[in-house]
């Protein structure tokens, strides 16, 4: 198991709240997972990033232990998962993980920036539990899964009534593929007219053409895209995020169509029961 070897800080806005927040993430050898710590309030709360402390997961995923919360942890999260930090101490001193580029590039860089380094207790590697049967979550025609493999895949389906996203799948395995080159760089994206429908949801706030892709009926309104299938690559990033949430990696087949946050978690939390009881 690692920790990062170098503490890093990295500030920016929140995409939903529009306040300017400094995360720091420091190593932790111990073997406590990736936890939050609140250091903006009394006390300084500590948060774990476990599925068990998901608070809410609309249009992101929201995590909270008592009083105190951390929102839209997923970029960051699944750049730990992708950069193989098992173990993180993040201090933060606001209530929203900054948004950055909407991607997970300036997490990834910034832990390798940081370097990594074995954890001295609890460090040594498990091998990931396997699947016996299938999982499936279903809403709609909408839906996501853990089918049993021997190794670790990720396959994801979109489908949007815009013609510059259209139908997109992909598929990408860590094994083949390293995540700061194939996933971390793709953004999140969002709809020019739902814009205005969300802000007086009190959403997006921190919403700009700096850090989202926006794509009307006529097409992008930010251009180029790092991808041409940057959209399904950022649902995918997403996905990763929401199933680090698990305090071991299981080794699976995780195939998700027209799914959201709160599926992910959903999957997340039948595996934790799976683990659980296997």
Same mark, same amino acid.
């Given at each position: 198991?690692?920790?990062?070897?170098?503490?890093?800080?990295?500030?920016?806005?929140?995409?939903?709240?529009?306040?300017?927040?400094?995360?720091?993430?420091?190593?932790?050898?111990?073997?406590?997972?990736? *936890?939050?710590?609140?250091?903006?309030? $009394?006390?300084? /709360?500590?948060?774990?990033? %476990?599925?068990?402390?998901?608070?809410?997961?609309?249009?992101?995923?929201?995590?909270?232990?008592?009083?105190?919360?951390?929102?839209?942890?997923?970029?960051?999260?699944?750049?730990?998962?992708?950069?193989?930090?098992?173990?993180?101490?993040?201090?933060?001193?606001?209530?929203?993980?900054?948004?950055? +580029?909407?991607?997970?590039?300036?997490?990834?860089?910034?832990?390798?920036?940081?370097?990594?380094?074995?954890?001295? +207790?609890?460090? &040594? @590697?498990?091998? !990931?539990?396997?699947?016996?049967?299938?999982?499936?979550?279903?809403?709609?025609?909408?839906?996501? #899964?853990?089918? $049993?493999?021997?190794?670790?895949?990720?396959? *994801?389906?979109?489908?949007?009534?815009? $013609? #510059?996203?259209?139908?997109?799948? *992909?598929?990408? =395995?860590?094994?083949?593929?390293?995540?700061?080159?194939?996933?971390?760089?793709?953004?999140?994206?969002?709809? #020019?007219?739902?814009?205005? &429908?969300?802000? +007086?949801?009190?959403?997006?706030?921190?919403?700009?053409? +700096?850090?989202?892709?926006?794509?009307?009926?006529?097409?992008?309104?930010?251009?180029?895209?790092?991808?041409?299938?940057? /959209?399904?690559?950022?649902?995918?990033?997403?996905?990763?995020?929401?199933?680090?949430?698990?305090?071991? $990696?299981?080794?699976? %087949?995780?195939?998700? *169509?027209?799914? @959201?946050?709160?599926?992910?978690?959903?999957?997340? &939390? !039948?595996?934790?029961? %799976?683990?659980?009881? =296997?």
């Amino acid at each position: 198991m690692n920790t990062i070897a170098n503490s890093f800080t990295v500030s920016g806005i929140g995409l939903h709240s529009g306040i300017t927040t400094n995360v720091r993430v420091c190593p932790e050898k111990r073997a406590t997972g990736r *936890y939050f710590v609140r250091v903006d309030l $009394p006390e300084k /709360p500590t948060i774990p990033a %476990h599925v068990e402390a998901v608070s809410q997961t609309t249009l992101s995923t929201e995590l909270a232990a008592g009083e105190a919360r951390v929102r839209t942890v997923e970029h960051l999260l699944a750049a730990c998962a992708g950069s193989g930090v098992d173990n993180a101490r993040i201090e933060i001193d606001g209530e929203e993980v900054p948004i950055m +580029d909407g991607s997970a590039l300036s997490w990834v860089e910034g832990i390798a920036q940081a370097g990594l380094q074995q954890c001295s +207790d609890g460090g &040594k @590697s498990k091998d !990931a539990p396997t699947l016996e049967e299938p999982i499936w979550i279903r809403e709609g025609d909408a839906f996501v #899964a853990a089918l $049993p493999a021997a190794g670790t895949r990720f396959t *994801y389906g979109i489908d949007f009534d815009y $013609p #510059a996203i259209g139908n997109q799948w *992909y598929s990408w =395995s860590p094994a083949a593929e390293s995540f700061a080159e194939a996933i971390a760089p793709a953004r999140t994206f969002g709809f #020019a007219d739902v814009i205005e &429908k969300l802000r +007086d949801l009190g959403l997006i706030k921190g919403g700009s053409l +700096d850090n989202a892709l926006v794509c009307s009926r006529m097409g992008w309104l930010n251009p180029p895209l790092r991808f041409a299938n940057e /959209p399904v690559r950022h649902k995918l990033l997403d996905l990763v995020g929401d199933l680090s949430l698990l305090p071991d $990696p299981i080794s699976a %087949h995780f195939l998700a *169509y027209k799914a @959201s946050h709160k599926l992910h978690v959903q999957l997340t &939390k !039948a595996l934790m029961y %799976h683990i659980s009881n =296997s």
